[in-house]
């Protein structure tokens, strides 16, 4: 999180050691939350673009999917759970700042 600017480049907030304590129950919930998140915007998203009426992405280890096919779900399910990870635990040590004054990170 960035504080006050010195010459225009952003200063960061130290989080106490006692705020990143406090952090870690928060952030492991933010977590599982994030991973169940990301796991239903996927299996949306890939319904979406997948050919035919397939509901489920491919698996490594089915062999009737093309390679190429189970690498790009396995990008596409990358870079969603990714994403939805940085959201929320960015949210996540957001809300812990306004409710405790401290940055929960560095």
């Given at each position: 999180m960035t504080g006050t600017t010195v010459d225009g480049h952003p200063v960061e907030k130290d989080g106490g050691k006692a705020a990143k304590i406090l952090y870690r129950p928060v952030g492991l919930v933010s977590s599982i939350v994030g991973g169940l998140v990301a796991g239903q915007v996927f299996k949306q998203v890939y319904k979406r673009v997948?050919?035919?009426d397939r509901k489920d992405a491919p698996t490594p280890l089915q062999s009737e999917y093309p390679l190429?096919?189970?690498v790009l779900?396995?990008?596409?399910?990358?870079?969603i759970y990714a994403v939805v990870k940085a959201l929320i635990d960015r949210g996540g040590a957001r809300a812990f700042e306004r409710w405790t004054g401290e940055w929960p990170g560095d």
């Amino acid at each position: 999180m960035t504080g006050t600017t010195v010459d225009g480049h952003p200063v960061e907030k130290d989080g106490g050691k006692a705020a990143k304590i406090l952090y870690r129950p928060v952030g492991l919930v933010s977590s599982i939350v994030g991973g169940l998140v990301a796991g239903q915007v996927f299996k949306q998203v890939y319904k979406r673009v997948s050919r035919g009426d397939r509901k489920d992405a491919p698996t490594p280890l089915q062999s009737e999917y093309p390679l190429k096919e189970i690498v790009l779900a396995a990008l596409l399910q990358g870079a969603i759970y990714a994403v939805v990870k940085a959201l929320i635990d960015r949210g996540g040590a957001r809300a812990f700042e306004r409710w405790t004054g401290e940055w929960p990170g560095d």
